[in-house]
């Protein structure tokens, strides 16, 4: 039975990764993509704030804080992986620049797919990490969606329309799925990493990714609130790939999960205190 749960466990998080890949790229077009970069220096400090500061600031914290081997690693797959999906729903409800929040996800994905093959082996270096197996599987499970969802919606998008809401049904499914089974399965090792020091690493990860991203966000809120948000909300579905195909220990999968959960409770409240505190903008 446990065997299973295992399987459907695997499986949730391909459908849950392709499905809402395939719906993201349905969603958008490449003009909404390319305009909002058309900024070096925002683009710049952006991938500074992702992939320089929250990767030295996530080792700066397991090393002050003792986690468990399984935590340690989500957390480093976690400071490796930018561009979440749930970005510009952060940036409507915090009255952030639209149309940056998407070319910003965009941005951190695709560089997540560049940037975690490279940099994970050497964060993680006594554990055996395949490079070339994490390149592989985050291009055939994210871009190659990605990319034939944005194809579609250039090419019928009369059938995207139609299409993308039931491939979004099916993917947040897929989540609930998984959530509910790492609970079950896993409820005493949750409710154990939250009274722990494993609970207090992940809370710190969260605040200070937060802080990278605002530090480097600018004197615009529009903009700066999408960069703070963008930046402490990190790219789940990358991490969950990763984890799902070179680690065994169950305690990774929970950790993202748990992290994941805890940052929505942090990031939701927090948007929309932004919202009411910040002036509605769309710079680009």
């Keep these: 039975m446990i065997e299973i749960l295992k399987l459907v466990i695997r499986t949730s998080v391909l459908v849950f990764v392709v499905g809402s890949m395939f719906a993201l790229g349905m969603s958008l077009t490449i003009k909404q993509i390319v305009d909002p970069l058309r900024n070096p220096s925002r683009v710049v400090l952006a991938l500074l704030a992702n992939f320089l500061l929250v990767p030295t600031v996530t080792y700066g914290i397991l090393q002050m804080i003792p986690v468990d081997e399984g935590v340690r690693i989500a957390l480093v797959l976690l400071a490796v992986a930018a561009g979440a999906p749930f970005l510009p729903k952060l ?36 554990v055996n990490v395949d490079a070339v197996k994490i390149a592989q599987s985050l291009v ?5 969606p990605l ?75 529009p903009i700066r609130n999408v960069m703070g948000l963008g930046t ?3 790219n789940i579905s990358a991490a969950l790939i990763v984890a799902g195909q070179n680690f065994k220990d169950p305690q990774v ?32």
């Excluded at 055939?140 to 190659?144: E, P, Q, S």
């Excluded at 947040?172 to 154990?192: F, G, M, P, T």
């Design 91 to 126: 940036g409507q409800v915090s009255k952030g620049d639209i149309a940056f929040s998407v070319g910003l996800m965009l941005l951190l994905m695709v560089g997540t797919i560049v940037y975690m093959p490279l940099v994970l082996p050497f964060m993680l270096e006594e």
């Design 140 to 144: 055939t499970m994210m871009l190659i």
């Design 147 to 221: 990319a034939i969802g944005l194809g579609l919606r250039a090419w019928a998008a009369g059938f995207s329309g139609k299409v993308t809401p039931w491939i979004v049904k099916l993917s947040n499914l897929a989540l609930v799925v998984l959530v509910v089974l790492l609970v079950v399965l896993n409820i005493k090792e949750i409710l154990s990493m939250m009274v722990t020091g494993d609970g207090l690493a992940i809370l710190v990860f969260i605040v200070a990714s937060l802080v990278c991203g605002f530090a480097l966000g600018g004197k615009k809120a």
């Design 232 to 234: 402490g909300q990190r």
């Design 253 to 284: 999968l929970v950790t993202l999960v748990v992290t994941a959960i805890v940052g929505l409770l942090v990031f939701m409240p927090l948007a929309a205190w932004l919202g009411r505190h910040s002036p509605r903008g769309n710079i680009s």
